[in-house]
């Protein structure tokens, strides 16, 4: 018989670093999740998609998430509205669809009860005899509405926000890229097994560049480029490119033009903007990025990705995207394999909050501005 | 740079309807849920199944749904019985497959407990020992038991209210089509993904027959026949077949006779009874259809949907029930859609409950008789 | 028409015995399961696996089961250590194979944090400008260790009873079989829909033997052997081989040699403890076989089953394991399928708590065991 035991210390954990990571609860309790989207993504302006999405009157798109079904429509003036997915009558979902173009007017498919692209209830069967009922009081659900250089966004809230607030200065900062003139060549979506926070913060910083993306540490130094303060609406900043590096691509070449109104400064740089809380942004000379953040559950998170390009460089008969579309995608499943993987670490009993970095800033300013938020939403 | 923006009153909802649809936690919370089953299920008579599924002594099948696990017996007298499948001595569930027959009585598998076809505990091996204990004590735990004209109900309440005063006449109404005597020849089993209440609210009203049935509206227009006042455990009516439709079929047309004992009258009718809370009865010139609804979760129902003939028509060498099967397969499939969408768009944050038409009157009563079960069962 | 109705009598249940099996809830209610963790996995000694699983420094596996990642190790002293498989720094996951070997530190693969095996942080890049960051202060969360002659055990609480005071004198009782030489011929991984206490209870009585295990009963007689009286951390007892059986294989033989050490008496018996909460060892003339049980959900067990035979045996040409093997794999199977019947049964509204009989008295002695633990844990 042999026994050998090694017992430990299990210390409290001590805190010596000013800035600590979020408790575990933030990144696995559905309850928190549930106080974090009326906090958040009911009270703020979410990215919805592009407006070349919506050619015509009629045509529309859905904006699903946690509890959450939107219809992002057209209308006859060729105005961009939206309004929540759900009839007044019973509830019934309106559109099933994913995208699709309805023919002048929502017809709900339950009772028929008709809906104007502007929301107005213009036809409800049977309720004539109904006492003091007019359908002027029952419109659809409406849902804010804001388009800036073709992004549509949305907002949920009794009262936005004015969307110029929102943006605080960036249309003007980014109008150089001409973003409204951008069409999308290719379109990813990504299931994450991670909390939408865990993909904002792995966006955040490039300390992770140099060890989990060499090919993008190749292309971009990490520790090059600054990052303005953290902002109430938004987080970025931008990297540098290397000597002979022309773009984010598998070989750092590019056979398009650069988007015609930037900066020569600005061609040797990349741009990376997290416009809170759902919209990543990529400016690199040559083409646009795009990421949107869906949370669907405390540890599910659907990110969807777009790749934008100039009408001129895809007219071209020689026009080929992959490059960037190959690059990223190797660069994405690099991300979400360690944000899958912080999400199963912080959900252990093992986990304690850790110290941030001073090149972890931005991820400072992330959990102030949510601590920030749930407190003042009760 | 270009930015538009679309702000939106978004007025909280008026009322101005005298009934309002329940808020969406009637149909989303799990809590709410478990309330309704101790408050509905656990209290009323529930339609199990046919006789006929019982052909002889030791005959038996399950009943299960959410947190319900129920052995529907034949005994040895030829009396049906129902027990809670779960054996008085560790739990263990004793029978597993979905319908058989046991040979003489109930043996668990765990520890050979034994109990008769009438729930008397008679074996309980190594229990010799055991202070005070008497067989007499465990049997297995009943379930009450009702026979109507085939019909199988149970209920599982300590003290069930008496079955004349569930059926409340309908047994004497019902009397000339002589349920007792008919055969199953379909069983269709569905699961949706909707609450179980939304099954029952499309069944009780045709104003969605136009939009979402034109086949069906074109046997029986949705406005004809008239709806019985909401009775404590029914609601129901009758809708009159248009002229040259013989029946409820693909083409409205049947080579069955009508079913023996029923008047001139009833021959241009069907009547749609739900039986509350699971049972639906479809009573056609020539055949009866029936609809048994398990809730399995608050968002999840499971229909088991079968058709009966009399053995007469059955016997018959062209015997083909296909007209009524697929009439009522793609009816069920439009209805099943239509519930499971209005379980989607209540799902939603942007739900809020809407105004009822007076056609909608015994949805209004079966809101109002669910609010009351509530109540009264805390 | 026709009606009939059996009511029933269904009285409040009695309780003649003296005990009872525990209500529902300690079988289905989550909040009950997360207290059990606390009270029992997060402050017991948990077995882990054998020492032959980790051969040189670096070599490691994962301990994984509900809300629970560790990493247990060899370090460079050829100790065995275990550690929170979580990184100081933001939480990310840190070994993600099952079981592997890594190049003589940890490092995460996010930012590069590196431990020592013995789970020292040594390397916390761009942290060297963080006021006050010390590395010593962010060590690996350290889990104690335990070898009980090739048994690894892991204890996650802050201050571990003495592991000698776990074993409770068992380490001397099974010091012949020399369970340190053994070695592992074959594992099999099996997924229960069951609570794990449901598990142990089904290992702790030979009662269903005859009913659910005719095999076994025809080697070793159910009412052989004897129990010890339940002790605060195990639960065991022995059962004897009938004549001419020779140990527990599918026809009773065997070519192996018995293990070297064991007398003439163990030549005879087998064996069975439940060391609590989640290893159960049953030792046979020839062989040895482990379980362990990993709770996954309050109705979800994984077990893990092991065969071992000394090094003398597995090298002779014609050694064969499968007589115990397919022996165990057919009783297993029984005995799984017998434990989601009762975790079947128990899940139901018809469930009451029963009568043990006096043959269970483990099982008694399990339940007031987990009562008082839980009692202490608040």
Known sequence: MSTSVRYTNNRPAVSTAEAMTLPAGYYTDPEMFQRELRAVHHDMWLSAGRTEQLPEAGSYFLVRFAGVNIIVVRDKNGEIAAFHNTCRHRGT??????????????????????YELDGRLTGAPNMEKVEGFRMED???????????????FINMAERPIPFSEHLAGLDKKFAPWGMADLKMVERRVYNLKANWKLILQNYSECMHCPIAHPQL????????????????TYLGG??????????????GQSNHANLPGISEEDSRRVYYYAILPNFLLNLDPDYMMTFQLWPMAVDRT???????????????????????????????????????????????????????????E?????????LDRLARHG
């Open 138 to 152: 029952y419109p659809l659900g409406a849902v804010a509405t804001a388009i800036w250089d073709g992004h549509i």
């Open 302 to 360: 659907d990110v969807v990705c777009e790749w934008h390009y100039h009408p001129d460089a895809i007219a071209r008969p020689d026009f080929d995207p992959s490059g960037a579309v190959d690059f990223w995608e190797m660069t994405n499943q690099q991300d979400w394999e360690l944000s899958d993987r912080a999400q199963e670490g912080i959900s252990t009993f093992g986990y304690q909050p850790g110290p941030y970095s001073n090149r972890e």
């Open 93 to 114: 979902q309106l559109c099933k669809e994913q995208s699709g173009k309805v023919a002048g007017k929502f017809r709900c498919p339950y009772h028929a009860w008709t």
């Open 238 to 251: 931008s990297m540098d490119l290397r000597p002979g590096v022309k773009t984010m691509t598998t070989d």
């Open 217 to 232: 540490n190749k292309l971009s130094h990490y520790m090059s480029g600054d990052n303005e303060p953290p902002q109430p």
């Open 362 to 370: 931005l991820l400072t300013g992330l959990d102030r501005w949510l």
